[in-house]
């Protein structure tokens, strides 16, 4: 090819490029309107009151409320969009998808260097990444990534991650004789870019996972590299792969955290292998029916012999087999396995999460997509006259089949009414859709048949979804019917009722609705329930953290209502279940209110100690807050023992 020729080539490209990321962003856009979603009221909600000062910032970066690292990258990006909470979503969505359209560019120059290695010329390389960054980019599994918003955790890790393994491929020794210097940025670009991925989501530490892979695909029959080159690879690249893989299979490190899930271990490991086959299954045939957040009412494998575990099982036997068996004729095949297995190493394992979510597929299912553009190249350059022309043909019309797939499902992405019915008509089993349609159903006054939904939910065999009955309650209370549940009946049976995600803000919404009706009535029932839950069967994780947030919210009300013992005893059975510094600081608040501050003061020492304890040094110093409380506190004390010399020792002391 002389240079005018390439130079053409390249403009070509870059203006096909271009087109395909205009048409992603015309097949996006009805989906941009769309409301938050599930988490994204959790997380960005830490913006609550406004970001405003250098404390304010450091305490939205690293409250914990995502993840073992808190993502702080991708909490830091959320202020691109806004500083304070609440806000609309349409501009977090659409930095969302100028992202999608910044991993579809890292794509093509990704996979262009990995079909080269396989063999494929430059140009043909190059036009081969362009047909599989298209196909990505229109996809419509990627949708319930992009718009919803809070999985810019998962586009940013990918993003990275994109970022490492491109400068892997360019930075990667060709021969035994490159120099240290070589190997040395290419360990600096490796590490900072697992940092960055793996502090916006965890699973960015699987970087090193697919550097494997490529290493054991793309380079099998590479020359051998400098001895320093090689022994970087076993130390940073192999070795910590191994341990990844050795931490996930360590079977002892995940059964306890399955104790709160209604699955146990091994139910996720036979349940897991049909989930992948269907990942498997929607990444090849565009299928746009049941793709969304809500993904609670998959089916729990419970045995080998179940018909959709022993063909998943062997299915995924001889794919691997074939893939292995043919691997000197066709690595691709192995690459593309390894890759898709590797990408779902830490979210479709042995670690106690939830069983499905579309997201994790971001970026695994680039291996298959890759193995089908191309295979289907292969396929027809070989027995036509015309090869180029029928493969760009027939990978076009793959790319416009998924962008008009991609733009019927974002319409109704676009208004809160249609994806809620959507969800809860593709999703009928689904806990979370259930509640979502019925809050929609009680906005447009179907209050009897939402309450008739919920009903039928609700009658199932024990332990039941306390938060559908508490739902019934609030929408009566609220309507003045007649209310279908008593509450204090309920909290007579605890063992028969589960505890969800559903409870905490079903809670809260309950009270406002008692507070503001009024349905006073309602309240005896409500404080035994909450009071109760620690009694409940656990389906959420950190059940005790959860319960205790309830046993807090409930001595606020109870306090309101002047029980005071009972608000008290209920912060006690908090701080047992979880001795948090939110907890001890509630504690500090309750004596203060009943004016005993002898034991506020003892309590606010608790919650300095605790915060301390466990305080994540980047988040702000709140040693001087305490200070400053401490010696108001103090100074209060020492004018109350002057006016009550006789007073009583503190009636509360923080226990051990």
Known sequence: MNLNSKHATQALLSGLLLAILVATTAAYSPALPGPFLLDDFHNIGTMQGGIETAEDLREHLFV?????????????????????WPSTATQFKWTNLMLHLLCGVLVFAVFRRIFEHFGRSESRAAWLALSLASIWLLHPFNLSTTM??????????????????????????????????????????????????????????????????????????????????????????????????????????????????????????????????????????????????????????????????????????????????????????????????????????????????????????????????????ALITKGTDHPRALSAAALSGLSLFAGAQLYLLAKPWGKADELVLLMATEHPDSPRATRSLVRWMEHFFQREQALDILDSEFDTPPPRDVSLAMMSVDITCKAGLPHRYDLGTLALSPENLALTDGVGPTATQLIASIRSIPCPELLPGLYDLLEASPSMTPRLSSPGKRNAKLLRLNARELLRSGELERARDNLHRAYELHPSAGTAFALTEFWLTVGHIPSALAWLERTEELELKHRNPLRPNLSRTFAEKRALLENVNAQFKTANPDAVAPESQPSE
Not at 77 to 84: C, I, K
Not at 290 to 299: A, L, R, T
Not at 347 to 360: K, Q
Not at 372 to 377: L, S
Request: charged share 15%; aromatic share 14%; hydrophobic share 55%.
């Open 64 to 84: 914990p409320v995502a993840g073992a690292t808190n993502r702080p990258i991708a909490r830091a990006s959320l202020l691109v969009d806004d500083n304070a």
């Open 148 to 377: 919803y918003v809070i999985q810019r955790m998962t586009q940013l890790s990918a993003l990275f991650t994109l970022c490492g393994l491109l400068a892997y491929l360019y930075l990667r020794p060709a021969s035994a004789h490159s120099s240290w210097k070589r190997t040395a940025l290419l360990a600096f670009s490796t590490g900072a870019f697992v940092l960055l991925a793996t502090f916006s989501k965890e699973n960015g530490i699987l970087l090193v996972v697919l550097l494997a892979v490529l290493e054991l695909t793309l380079f099998s029959g590479a020359k051998r590299g400098s001895t320093s080159f090689r022994a970087w690879r076993w130390l940073f690249i192999f070795l910590p792969a191994a341990l990844l893989v050795l931490y996930v299979a360590y079977l002892p490190n995940w059964v306890d955290g399955y104790k709160h899930r209604a699955f146990s271990l091994q139910e996720r490991l036979l349940t897991q292998p049909v989930i992948l086959l269907e990942y498997l299954y929607r990444i090849l045939s565009f299928r746009t029916f049941g793709i969304g957040v809500f993904q609670d009412d998959q089916v729990i494998r419970t045995s080998l012999l179940d018909p959709a575990v022993t063909f998943s099982l062997i299915t995924w036997t001889l794919l691997i087999g074939v893939a292995w068996r043919i691997r000197a004729q066709q690595p691709i095949i192995l690459f593309a396995a390894l890759w898709f297995f590797g990408g779902h190493l830490l979210e479709s394992t042995t670690i106690p999460l939830e069983l499905y979510f579309d997201h994790r597929n971001y970026l695994p299912m680039l291996g298959p997509l890759a193995a089908a553009v191309f295979g289907i190249d």
